[in-house]
């Protein structure tokens, strides 16, 4: 039987089949696939002889059981052999995403005395007589860690150093494919708030930049804090600080569709974790009319006992009126609602009783907090954490850009005007003329975003300034992401 649920790339498979060999071989194979609930996406003939084909079938499935169920579907078939499946995702991670590779070519004795011994010690002995020349003379000129405990792996949560390791080769992927930036995971073996910021601390002097990543909450929050007050590069928490940029940036374009102000409007979060916490401060420094953020213990209010420090925090800072009940009365008459927290937790109902020209971003991955085409049918703008979805909210549209900038700046902190800055970029570069409810944030492919990010973050950065809005027009023409040469 079909899945319910939608196919993507994310669980692509190729499938070698031997069927016989006759006019509709092929097609009972697409077709099989087809009424399986799978989309072909390429089929190869492998191999043939006067009585049977040997062919390759690449299909998108919705996940690992629904796979199951199409190689079960054409094995049913008369005549038809399956003899290997292959899982694309997999066959992609073989070996890790990332490597090193040497800027000089080392083929002569000569390089090699200039790159290495004995060359290389006056180098180092400029270095230990000008520390600051590291950012001159060494990686650290274009290099970020990537620093994780797995404790809040998106979506899959507490699953340590080495389930997490893929999620960080990716993230580095991301650095150098989106900003020309150098980036390294450090993955490391414990959850100890002390020994972490012990490590990250010791290694720090090879970077110019670190970048936190799936750390628990409120775990995350101490961290981040200490590292900035003992480090003189930018320390940045992805999942807080990269999630709150893209969604002030959507955010401000949804606003500009409805033609309402951030000023007039009132904001209900799911989920005061990392990315919401870092979310609603950010609307807050921006001037939201209000904001009611709402997690385990119901709407965050004053008065509510046995808050943590982060949640404390906001009961008192947000919740002008003290709401204090279930999360589908936090949304009637709210304009913004804005999830980052778990599955399900409404229904188009619910969205039906918000203010009219609802904005609804529903970014629990992969399963939203309400079904994205229920909202469509309440609301007015809706955006999602998935690639198979309009408006996509996604972090990789911030993070590259923003440590771009950050490093060409040789900043030494990451700052709330940088994050507002990036915001502001990010929104532009879809223009005032092209915004409409489908398209509230540019493509991840969209070659002029980063760029466009690091240049608004290098003015923060140095006190410089950039207009206040900035048109398609006047953005880079970068045709390409071939990284700069540094």
């Not at 340590?160 to 390294?184: I, N, Q, S, T, Y």
């Not at 007015?380 to 700046?409: E, H, K, W, Y």
């Amino acid at each position: 039987m079909p899945t319910t649920r939608l196919p993507s790339a994310g669980f692509s498979i190729t499938i070698r089949i031997a069927v016989t060999a006759d006019a509709s071989a092929i097609g009972r194979l697409t077709t099989c696939v087809g009424d399986a609930g799978a989309i072909v996406t390429a089929l190869d003939v492998v191999d043939s002889d006067p009585v049977s084909v040997v062919v390759d079938l690449t299909c998108d499935t919705a996940d690992s059981s629904h796979a199951d169920q199409v190689v079960q579907s054409l094995n049913g078939l008369a005549g038809v052999q399956v003899r290997k499946v292959s899982d694309r995702t997999f066959l992609l991670h073989l070996g890790g995403k990332i490597e090193v590779a040497p800027k000089v070519a080392l083929r002569t004795r000569d390089e090699l005395s200039r790159a290495y011994t004995p060359g290389v010690a006056r180098v180092c002995l400029a270095i230990a007589e000008n520390p600051s020349d590291a950012r001159r003379l060494t990686i650290k000129r274009n290099t970020v860690a990537v620093v994780t405990d797995g404790s809040a792996v998106l979506g899959l949560g507490n699953i340590g150093p080495a389930a997490a390791l893929p999620v960080m080769e990716g993230k580095a992927a991301l650095f150098k494919r989106f900003g020309g930036v150098d980036a390294w995971p450090v993955v490391l073996d414990t959850q100890d708030t002390e020994e972490i910021i012990r490590i990250v601390k010791a290694i720090a002097p090879a970077y110019g930049g670190i970048n936190l990543e799936d750390i628990a909450a409120p775990r995350c929050f101490e961290i981040e804090e200490r590292l900035r007050d003992q480090l003189d590069i930018p320390v940045f928490h992805d999942d807080q600080h990269g999630t709150a940029i893209c969604v002030l940036a959507a955010l401000t374009n949804a606003l500009r569709v409805v033609e309402k102000k951030l000023s007039d409007v009132r904001v209900v979060v799911s989920g005061a974790g990392a990315a919401g916490t870092a979310i609603m401060k950010l609307l807050l420094r921006q001037g939201v009319g209000d904001v009611i953020a709402y997690d385990r213990p119901g709407a965050l209010h004053r008065g509510l006992p046995g808050l943590n420090p982060a949640w404390q925090w906001l009961a008192e800072n947000t919740n002008k009126d003290r709401y204090a009940g279930d999360l589908p009365g936090a949304l009637r008459g709210a304009d913004v609602f804005i999830g980052v927290s778990a599955p399900n937790l409404l229904t188009g109902d619910d969205i039906a009783g918000m203010a009219d020209q609802a904005i609804v971003f529903t970014l629990a991955n992969p399963d939203p907090e309400v079904d994205p085409r229920a909202a469509r049918q309440h609301a007015a703008v809706v955006a999602t954490g998935r690639s198979d979805q309009p408006n996509q909210i996604n972090n990789v549209l911030a993070f590259p850009g923003v440590f771009r900038g950050m490093l060409d700046a040789h900043a030494e902190q990451f700052t709330e005007d940088m994050a507002l800055a990036a915001a502001r970029a990010i929104a532009d570069v879809v223009g005032y003329d092209k915004i409409n409810p489908t398209v509230i944030v540019p493509s991840v492919f969209d070659a002029r975003v980063a760029p466009a990010v690091a240049a608004a973050v290098r003015a923060a950065a140095t006190g410089g300034t950039l207009p206040t809005t900035v048109s398609a027009e006047e953005l880079p023409d970068v045709t390409d992401l071939t990284p700069p040469q540094r």
